[in-house]
Structure formats: structure tokens, C-alpha cells
């Protein structure tokens, strides 16, 4: 038991006790002045107020010792997310320059350092884009999205990214025709790639993951990322857009900041759409859904 989990068991045993004096109190006083209506108005009205008092203040102290049990969390995965690749550079360019290499050495050794380097600037970037999500810009610059296209463009990308072949992620756009929304290309970029490598990385083994646009209505377009991964509890389907939450199927330690999904829905909902998940339990797959409004075609 960490040192947090105790204190919010000594603070939670601390409004339990204070609540029952409090309760107990106001039973006296009604006992003694039952016949004195102001007196007795007043004094119930005081102990509820002080009892209110002390259930919010112990639910502040939890909720704020939880945040800070997240905002930890946050802090070691950055700093592994951050470690590991600038570990792995030095020791391959410490290599280089200890000993001569052979070229299809030297050639691998540099693929192996720009993935390292892409790794880092992919964390850097999720740490921005959570900033900006925390202060809730608005998005001033609105450009015409082929969401179809985009989504084509994001598989392609993912699909290099983490060596998969062309069965693994499929794309299914035959309802698309149409996908077109105002908003800022990037952000709906980042918005998908999240998405889709949340869906390997939560994939056991064998990934299968599919990604469907399509125009459900003529003001919206919908996009659905599905995956056969461990899925998601019932609890854990709202709680898993809030910042630095991260879900661990059990039995697994996926790597993550905890950030991905709190910038998706963060960029959806700025661009005046919703997200939301679905799963029928742990070990059965998941399906994280996103609506946007449609426009015209430019």
C-alpha cells in the first residue's frame, strides 16, 4: 500500500468520524431544545452545513491526492518515453565512434536512431498538444478536410510505423463520398493516428484493426476505429478521455503517457464533434467512434 492509498484512508476515516460527532451533536440538540422552534431550526440548519462542509473538503483532499497520484504516473512514463530513445542514440553513436562498422552495420545502426528520434519527437509533440488542449483554444483557422483521404494517408503511415502488412489495417471508405468537414488538417490527423496506434498497441499478437468513414447523415460524418485487443471495461469507457487516465488490461504493461485520448477528445470536441468508446467487455475488442459536422464539398 503506497503511501497516498493511506492517506486518503486516514482522511476518508477522518470525515466518517467527524460526520458521526456531527450527527450525534445535532441529536442532542434537538433533544434539548425540540420545543424551542428557532433555536432548533437553526442548530439543524448549522450542523447540516457543517456536515456538507466536511463531506466536500474530504472529497477535494481524495480527489486532488488521486490527481497527484495520476500527474506522478504521467511524470515516470514521460521520463521513460523520454530515457529510452536517448539512451538507445548514445549507445549506437558511442558504437560509431569507438569502432569501425560495417556499412550494412552503420546502416541499420541509423534506421534504429531515427526511430529513436521519431519516438522522441512524437512524445514531445503529445506533451504540446495536451497543453494546448488544457488551455482550450479556439480553433480560429478552419480549412476544408477530406476526412476520406486523410484517413487513407494516417493508415498508409501507421501501417510503416509499426511494420505491420496490408491485412493487419484496412481501410473502408465505400460510404465516404462526401467526407468532407472544416477544420484543421494536423490536429484531425493527430486525432486519427492516436486512435489507430492505440488499437495495435492494445491488440494481443495478432493485430486486426479496421477504420471506416463514412456520411451516417447529411450534416455528419462518422469515423470508427475497431480493434480485437483486450478491450474495455464498462467502468473504464468515459473515464479513459480524462487526462493522464490510463487503463492496463490485466496482466499487461502497455507504455503510454496517458494523454492520447484526452487530446483526441479534446480536438474533437474543438471542432464541434463528439468521441466516444464501445466495448462488450475485456478481451473482446473495442470501437472508438468520432462525429463530426459535414460540409458541403469546396
Known amino acids: 500500500m503506497t503511501r497516498r492509498n493511506t492517506a486518503t484512508i486516514v ?11 456531527a450527527v450525534t451533536l445535532n441529536v442532542g440538540w434537538i433533544y434539548l431544545h ?70 550494412a552495420q552503420r546502416a541499420d545502426f541509423y534506421r534504429i536512431m531515427l526511430a529513436d528520434a521519431d519516438r522522441l519527437q512524437q512524445t514531445v509533440e503529445l506533451v504540446l498538444k495536451a497543453g494546448a488542449a488544457g488551455q482550450r483554444l479556439a480553433l480560429h483557422e478552419r480549412h476544408p478536410v477530406d476526412l476520406a483521404a486523410l484517413a487513407a494517408e494516417v493508415l498508409d503511415v501507421a501501417r510503416l510505423r509499426h511494420h505491420l502488412g496490408p491485412d493487419a489495417m484496412t481501410l473502408d471508405t465505400r460510404a465516404a463520398e462526401g467526407a468532407w468537414v472544416e477544420g484543421d488538417a494536423e490536429d484531425l490527423r493527430s486525432v486519427l493516428s492516436n486512435l489507430l496506434d492505440n488499437a495495435v498497441k492494445y491488440s494481443r499478437g495478432l493485430v486486426r484493426v479496421t477504420l471506416d468513414v463514412d456520411v451516417p447523415e447529411s450534416d455528419r460524418v462518422r469515423i470508427r476505429v475497431s480493434d480485437q485487443g483486450v478491450g474495455i471495461p464498462q467502468s473504464q469507457l468515459k473515464r479513459i478521455f480524462r487526462r493522464f487516465h490510463r487503463f492496463q488490461w490485466r496482466g499487461s504493461k502497455v507504455k503510454g503517457t496517458g494523454l492520447g485520448l484526452y487530446i483526441v477528445r479534446s480536438i474533437v470536441r474543438r471542432h464541434g464533434g463528439r468521441v466516444f468508446a464501445a466495448s462488450e467487455g475485456e478481451g473482446r475488442g473495442s470501437t472508438f467512434t468520432i462525429e463530426l459536422p459535414r460540409m458541403g464539398r469546396p
Open 11 to 21: 482522511f476518508v476515516s477522518l470525515c466518517v468520524v467527524l460526520v458521526a460527532a
Open 34 to 103: 425540540g420545543r424551542r422552534v428557532l433555536p432548533l431550526v437553526l442548530g439543524v440548519l448549522a450542523f447540516a452545513l457543517i456536515i456538507a462542509g466536511i463531506i466536500v473538503y474530504t472529497v477535494f483532499l481524495v480527489r486532488e491526492l488521486h490527481r497527484n497520484d495520476q500527474q506522478d504516473a504521467f511524470l515516470n512514463a514521460v521520463t521513460h518515453e523520454l530515457k529510452t530513445p536517448i539512451a538507445s542514440i548514445r549507445l549506437y553513436l558511442q558504437t560509431l565512434q569507438a569502432r569501425e562498422v560495417s556499412e
